[in-house]
Nanobody, 123 residues
Framework: QVQLVESGGGLVQAGGSLRLSCAASGRTFSSYAMGWFRQAPGKEREFVACIKWNGRRTDYADSVKGRFTISRDSAKNTVYLQMNSLKPEDTAVYYC????????????????WGQGTQVTVSS
């Protein structure tokens, strides 16, 4: 079992930055790939970024490439999402998830989810 708790969301102006954190409990954190997903009001959940269990591969949605960076610290059982050059369209609830080591980009393949943290970007 893995429990995930996100933090770091908030209100920021367009062009600003935020860093989301996702703290995981459980001794097997290092064996899971970690992903970030988001859901805006009235829209379906969408993939944002993921990182392989060993941190050696990352994937990003086209909409965030070059602006967002996912990383993990296995010693702290934490995954991060550094978000720069934020845009109003980045406004959503952001969720972290733990899933298969190969780091899929499909949310349905992830086993554990956090409760989400709100990110609001004002124009």
């Amino acid at each position: 079992q893995v429990q995930l708790v996100e933090s770091g969301g908030g209100l920021v102006q367009a062009g600003g930055s935020l860093r989301l954190s996702c703290a995981a409990s459980g001794r097997t954190f290092s064996s899971y790939a970690m992903g970030w997903f988001r859901q805006a009001p009235g829209k379906e959940r969408e993939f944002v970024a993921c990182i392989k269990w060993n941190g050696r591969r990352t994937d990003y949605a086209d909409s965030v490439k070059g602006r967002f960076t996912i990383s993990r610290d296995s010693a702290k059982n934490t995954v991060y999402l550094q978000m720069n050059s934020l845009k109003p369209e980045d406004t959503a609830v952001y969720y972290c998830a733990a899933g298969p080591p190969a780091a899929p980009v499909t949310g349905d393949e992830y086993d554990y989810w956090g409760q989400g943290t709100q990110v609001t970007v004002s124009s």
